[in-house]
């Protein structure tokens, strides 16, 4: 098993930055694949960014293509999410994932074994 918990959401302003993260315990080596998701009120959850450290390899949805990146620290088992130029519709609840290697559906959140419980991102216009 392996234990996801993100933190360091809250409230910016538009156009400012926030850094995500992830802590992982358990079988962490276990998870190549690592990834961050959102969920805005009445809406499903959306795929942000993925990254396979075997790979190398590291993916983003369109909206947050060059505002946003993903990282990982094995040494500490951290994941982060660097968001920059936020806007008022990247608020959402962040939630951090993680599954054995990356595939082609990197994108689906079923796909994802593990889950945190996830934390709030509010952006003010």
């Known amino acids: 098993q392996v234990q996801l918990v993100e933190s360091g959401g809250g409230l910016v302003q538009a156009g400012g930055s926030l850094k995500l993260s992830c802590a992982a315990s358990?079988?962490?080596?276990?998870?190549?694949?690592v990834a961050w998701f959102r969920q805005a009120p009445g809406k499903e959850r959306d795929f942000v960014a993925a990254?396979?450290?075997?790979?190398?390899?590291?993916f983003y949805a369109d909206s947050v293509k060059g505002r946003f990146t993903i990282s990982r620290d094995n040494a500490k088992n951290m994941v982060y999410l660097q968001m920059n130029s936020l806007k008022p519709e990247d608020t959402a609840v962040y939630y951090c994932?993680?599954?054995?290697?990356?595939?082609?559906?990197?994108?689906?959140?079923?796909?994802?074994?593990?889950w945190g419980q996830g934390t709030q991102v509010t952006v003010s216009s």
């Open positions: 994932a993680a599954r054995p290697t990356i595939n082609v559906s990197y994108k689906i959140p079923n796909q994802y074994d593990y």
């Open positions: 358990g079988r962490t080596f276990s998870t190549d694949a």
């Open positions: 990254l396979s450290w075997l790979a190398g390899s590291a």
